[in-house]
């Protein structure tokens, strides 16, 4: 008898050093799950990291320009409000707004983008005063063309 019960506890120590055995496999459930979310997050975000005015561009036949740093953009929308990069600003103001931002002097890259149905004349006024001041590296952006 004293053999049984001697047997029924080292069976019970066996089986409580079994319960404790670690698992060597790698549950990717979750990591999966939350590389799947990021890449919905940044499908989700990525077309809203773009310039916030809405314009409507013209087209031409130019080739895209490859910048090295990013330009400071001034858009003309339909109604003739200006806007440097978000926010919108006086066109009297544009030349002090430009001081402050321009981080390489008049050595700045400065995009214009103009509506393609705003004012023709604003578009231009705000490009002499731009020039006038000292900025010379201005471009106008368009649309490419498709179809051609």
Request: charged fraction near 25%; hydrophobic fraction near 40%; charge should be neutral.
């Amino acid at each position: 008898m004293g053999m049984s019960m001697g047997k029924a506890g080292g069976g019970g120590k066996r089986r409580r050093a079994r319960r404790h055995v670690p698992v060597s496999e790698i549950n990717v459930t979750p990591f999966v799950d939350v590389m799947l979310v990021l890449l919905i997050i940044f499908m989700v975000a990525a077309p809203l990291l773009t310039v916030g005015v809405p314009i409507d561009l013209p087209e031409t036949q130019a080739k895209s320009l490859q910048p090295e740093t990013q330009p400071i953009t001034i858009s003309v929308n339909e109604e003739g409000k200006v806007f440097i990069q978000d926010s919108e600003i006086s066109p009297d103001d544009i030349l002090a707004q430009l001081e402050a931002i321009a981080k390489n002097g008049y050595e700045e890259r400065i995009y214009m983008r103009g509506d393609r149905t705003a004012d023709y004349g604003t578009v231009m006024k705000i490009m002499a005063r731009i020039s006038a001041a000292g900025y010379k590296k201005i471009g106008l952006v368009t649309l490419q063309e498709q179809g051609q």
